[in-house]
T-cell receptor, first 115, second 111 residues
């Protein structure tokens, strides 16, 4: 089945140690998104790619970076994780073409723990 | 993007119909109303989307009055597995969208 895959599902890192989360998709969608969701809160958009064009949200900390080497893969890099970065990180994709609104398909998320 | 307001939590019992109302007073002409469902430790999942009047699919119905300043998600005969957080969002038509999630409604279905 076509889907959005996130690896790993659980990631533990140390305070200040860089970490990379990965997302892949078999939907061949143009747009890929990264969200941060803290406990009992709504998902918060960090940034997204439309094809190779990167779009950062204004309030996303510089500590968060992203790479999209090809259509299928997108990475979230946290350069120096702090305790406040512990959260579920969700990857989503959408077709990104016209018509009615563009449904987003979410992966299962990666839960990041910072020690 | 229009801000949405919905109840923080709701309780129901198995077999009942649940209606969750969302307010979006500043909705723009080109905005659609979209609902997502999120189970614990999973990503949100698209449920239903509409522009006006009524939309129905195999999971839910969406009622939108003529002024479009509110909408109601209706879940018929809920079961325990419908316990989840339900998010109401408005999204621009055409192209792609940034989804700005509000607080959502935490629905608890009891036996």
């Amino acid at each position: 089945d076509a889907m959005v895959i996130q690896n790993p599902r659980y990631q533990v890192t140390q305070f200040g140690k860089p970490v990379t989360l990965s997302c892949s998709q078999t939907l061949n969608h143009n747009v890929m998104y990264w969200y941060q969701q803290k406990s009992s809160q709504a998902p918060k958009l960090l940034f997204h790619y439309y094809d190779k064009d990167f779009n950062n949200e204004a309030d996303t900390p510089d500590n968060f970076q992203s790479r999209r080497p090809n259509t299928s893969f997108c990475f979230l890099d946290i350069r120096s994780p702090g305790l406040g970065d512990a959260a579920m990180y969700l990857c989503a994709t959408s077709r990104g073409q016209g018509g009615t609104t563009d449904t987003q398909y979410f992966g299962p998320g990666t839960r990041l723990t910072v020690l | 993007l229009a801000k949405t307001t919905q109840p923080i939590s709701m309780d129901s019992y198995e077999g009942q119909e649940v209606n969750i109302t969302c307010s979006h007073n500043n909705i723009a002409t080109n905005d659609y109303i979209t609902w997502y469902q999120q189970f614990p430790s999973q990503g949100p999942r698209f449920i239903i989307q509409g522009y006006k009047t009524k939309v129905t699919n195999e999971v839910a119905s969406l009622f939108i009055p003529a002024d479009r300043k509110s909408s109601t998600l209706s879940l018929p005969r809920v079961s325990l597995s419908d316990t989840a957080v339900y998010y109401c969002l408005v999204a621009l038509s055409g192209g792609y969208n940034k989804l700005i999630f509000g607080a959502g409604t935490r629905l608890a279905v009891h036996p």
